[in-house]
């Protein structure tokens, strides 16, 4: 196909190179951007869970985030660690506040921090994704796996998950406390987390 002479097609050839070079260019940016700072006024961790059959729900009112790294392109590399202060756990009541710090069930004296450190992130596709790492509650430490989605809009990502733990295996509710018929084993954690460069 013989090559334009005209000096208009040559302009108009040329504005289209540039354009594309451009889109292509915003595209690749897109997909570089790492995610660093955790915005923690505007995340959460809620839980949910049954006592005495009823379907009961609680949060704790501050997350930190002393390391937070993840980039989309590059999942394998991210890095997470999470923490929650357990005394800022709601749970409905005042009284049941007090009572969930107690040494039987949270023994926030002694361990006042929750903690979550990754060890591997997969890509499952479609922007989901599963997190795997290390969950310490009162001392007991287990391995935890959680799928999630992330959303990117206006700069900021937010990543949001569930998976369920069973609090026997970090010994809260002990004693009279253990008896699932009372305070069911299975917890369900939800978290979503905003995160920007």
Known sequence: MPISKNPKHTHLLRQLSISAALVLAASGSAHAVEYTAVDTANSSVTFS??????????????????QFSFDPAN?????????????GIDVGTAEANAEVEKGEWLNTPAHP???????????LGDNR????????????????????????????AFFMGTFTLK?????????????????????KIAFKLSARP
């Open 75 to 87: 999942p394998a590399n991210a890095s997470v660690v999470l923490q929650i202060p357990l005394a």
């Open 113 to 123: 921090l929750a903690s979550f450190k990754s060890s591997k992130v997969e890509a």
């Open 129 to 156: 994704y599963q997190l795997t790492g290390e969950l310490a509650i009162k001392g007991k430490t287990q391995t935890v796996a959680t799928p999630f989605t992330l959303e990117e809009k206006d700069g900021a």
């Open 49 to 66: 869970y049954q006592q005495m059959g009823v379907n009961m729900d609680g949060s704790f009112s501050t997350l930190e985030a002393p």
């Open 167 to 187: 609090r026997a295996d970090f010994d809260v509710g002990e004693g009279d406390w253990s008896d699932f018929s009372i305070v069911a084993n299975d917890i």
